[in-house]
């Protein structure tokens, strides 16, 4: 049975577990679904999903990375960013801002999900102490919005709405060897837990709030310094607090 046909009701309960796991805010119902889909998709080898865990992280403008849903696997530890948009997604592995344009012609802006699923794979492979090769990074769009022009998948990442996830997951996983034995698994359970366990509630919303901040322009999005208005020779300028460590400026 697919997930959408469990989600027209023939699977009782299901929707009233939805809005038990769901968080307040856009995402919490896209990752919920993928976190759903992940362990009753019946995906071979050792699954085991971890959800909206914070990783601590040295560089960066907030003192977490926040990872939507994670998987465990003999294969890997893939890690999924879910965009939960409609309208026609365009964008390029290179550019910093993807665009999302609706019917009425309005365009939106958001950062290129790859650099900030990239960040997310940064700060677990320096806190687990695993290259980066033995992650993989998975954007999950929503089966609401058309993927217009996104990259080809490469061997870092992939791109796919929640509808197809299961099926490029499974030729992925068939694709690769194991790089994780039980020991390897076990231990790494072991530090998901961790990270489960001090992903509280307070512990998230300050990392929405530092997060809000960042995108408010008001805390520099290199470090999450103060930005201060400098002068300089060509007039005025917003400079990080942490000048000289940090170079960041722009334009007051
Ligand atoms: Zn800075």
Not at 20 to 27: K, L, N
Not at 176 to 199: H, I, N, Q
Not at 208 to 218: D, P, T
Request: aromatic residues 10%; proline residues 4%.
């Amino acid at each position: 049975m697919s997930l959408f046909g469990r989600l027209r009701g023939e699977e009782p309960g299901l929707l009233k577990r939805i809005s038990v796991g769901m968080r307040e805010g856009s995402g919490g119902l896209g990752e919920y679904l993928t976190e759903y889909a992940l362990e009753h998709g019946r995906l071979p080898g050792y699954v085991r999903v971890f959800r909206n865990v914070l990783v601590p992280r040295s560089v960066g403008p907030t003192s977490e990375s926040e990872i939507d849903v994670l998987m465990l696997h003999n294969t890997g530890i893939y890690v999924m960013e879910s965009k939960n948009y409609s309208g026609w997604i365009f964008g390029s592995e290179g550019q910093r801002q993807w665009t999302q344009t609706f019917e009425t012609g309005r365009k939106e802006r958001f950062y290129n999900p790859i650099m900030q699923n990239r960040a997310h794979v940064k700060a677990l492979s320096v806190h687990l102490g695993l290259p980066e090769d033995a992650f993989r990074s998975y954007i999950i769009f929503s089966e609401r919005c058309e993927l217009k022009k996104v990259p080809e998948d490469t061997d870092a990442f992939a791109i796919c709405q929640r509808d197809h996830m299961l099926r490029v997951l499974r030729k992925d996983l068939a694709a690769r060897d194991a790089v994780f034995d039980e020991d390897g698994l076990a231990k790494l359970v072991t530090a998901f837990e961790a990270l489960e366990s001090t992903s509280t509630e307070e512990a998230k919303s300050e990392h929405v709030a530092q997060a809000q901040r960042v995108k408010a322009g008001e805390v520099c999005p290199r470090c999450g310094g103060e930005l201060v208005r400098r002068s300089g020779r060509y007039g005025e300028f917003m400079g990080c607090s942490n000048y000289p460590r940090c170079r960041y400026t722009r334009d007051v």
